[in-house]
């Protein structure tokens, strides 16, 4: 592996001026970041991720001025949400000015923005004194990092750093929203439930996977129906008597399950979010589990979906697009 795990956030901000990769720790994910005002670079992203060009990226920025710089501005509501939500897993799609490559935004007149609240990213950022494009760090369409060691698995033979903040504490992407004229729309569910987003900006529009499956060239392409997949086939399942009849199957659920649901079955493997059902630590746990269930060996995987509130409606997003 040619990859160095660091803590060394100038040496990450040098690569990064120079046009290089470097893996970073946020509060949701693990990034891959890359000089956002550079095309090369940001086509290197691509290159590494095996990430198709009509997926378009986040950027990252460090302070909310220098927004002017990259957006042609907030609308009222987007400037709502942002005070209320940055630095932090919050993503606001804005119209774009013209420093933006348009590789970034896969031609789209607008770019995607969010300002991230992990002390790391934060340095790193003000560091290298530019925008960094930065994905989850995986390979497309895989389990996105919560962890370095993650990262290093997928991308150590690829990239130079790896920028080590600990474990991921959000544990899923952000919140994907446009404030457009006359609506907010959730583009993608993620760190920051419907719910705050709601309590803040009022009624949300949730944009649907089937408004996207079919045109591929579309509003938030990150809306692709199949996602975020182990390699081992996932089921998500409403009730334990629709669990497939196959020999080892591992299995994923919010809480322990009881001797009473489990009815004298035994499960090859199993993960439990949060013993205490608690939606925030189940998000946090979440990409790690499918990992330890991936590597275990099973047949497939079954996952019992979650309450559809607060993070629970996202991870039921991740999970259906891991079985589609
Ligand atoms: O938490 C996160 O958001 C992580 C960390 C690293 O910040 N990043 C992340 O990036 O999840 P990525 O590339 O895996 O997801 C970007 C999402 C996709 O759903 C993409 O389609 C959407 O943002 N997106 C980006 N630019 C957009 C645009 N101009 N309009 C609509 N959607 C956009
Ligand atoms: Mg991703």
Redesign the pocket.
């Known amino acids: 592996m040619k990859c160095r795990i660091t803590q060394d956030v100038s040496a990450a901000a040098e690569l990064i001026r120079n046009g290089e990769l470097v893996a970073f720790a946020?509060e949701?994910?693990?990034?891959l970041g890359a000089n956002a005002l550079d095309p090369n670079a940001v086509a290197r992203i691509f290159e590494v991720k095996q990430r198709p060009h009509f997926?378009?990226?986040?950027v990252?920025v460090a302070e909310i001025d220098s927004l002017a710089e990259f957006t042609t501005g907030l609308s009222t509501q987007a400037q709502r949400l942002a005070e209320r939500f940055w630095p932090g897993?919050l993503?606001l799609?804005l119209p774009?000015q013209s420093v933006i490559p348009d590789l970034v935004?896969?031609g789209?007149d607008?770019?995607?923005i969010?300002i991230?609240a992990h002390p790391m990213a934060r340095e790193l950022l003000n560091a290298a004194g530019l925008p960094i494009a930065?994905?989850?760090?995986n390979k497309f369409g895989c389990l996105?990092p919560t962890q370095a060691q993650h990262v290093a698995e997928q991308l150590g033979d690829e990239i130079p750093m790896i920028l080590e903040g600990g474990p991921c504490q959000v544990g899923v992407?952000?919140t994907?929203i446009?404030c457009n004229e006359d609506s907010i729309v959730l583009?993608?569910p993620?760190?920051i439930s419907l719910e705050d987003i709601e309590a803040c900006a009022g009624k949300v529009r949730l944009a649907r996977i089937e408004d996207y499956a079919e045109t591929k060239s579309q509003?938030?392409?990150?809306?692709l129906p199949r996602h975020y997949a182990p390699g081992t086939r996932l089921h998500l399942i409403d009730q334990l008597d629709q669990i497939p009849d196959v020999k080892t199957i591992g299995v994923l659920s919010l809480y322990p399950l009881s001797e009473t649901i489990l009815a004298g079955r035994e499960f090859a493997a199993q993960e439990i979010l949060s013993p205490t059902g608690d939606l925030k630590m189940a998000a946090a746990n979440l990409f790690t589990a499918l990992r330890n269930l991936d590597q275990s060996g099973v047949e497939c995987i079954v996952a019992l979906r979650l309450p559809e509130r607060g993070l629970g409606r996202t991870i039921n997003n991740r999970l259906e697009r891991a079985a589609y």
Request: aromatic share 2%; net charge positive; charged share 10%.
């Open positions: 946020t949701t994910v693990y990034g997926d378009p990226l986040i990252h897993p993503t799609v774009k935004t896969s789209l607008s770019v995607a969010r991230p930065a994905p989850s760090a996105s992407e952000s994907v446009q583009l993608r993620g760190g509003v938030s392409p990150g809306m």
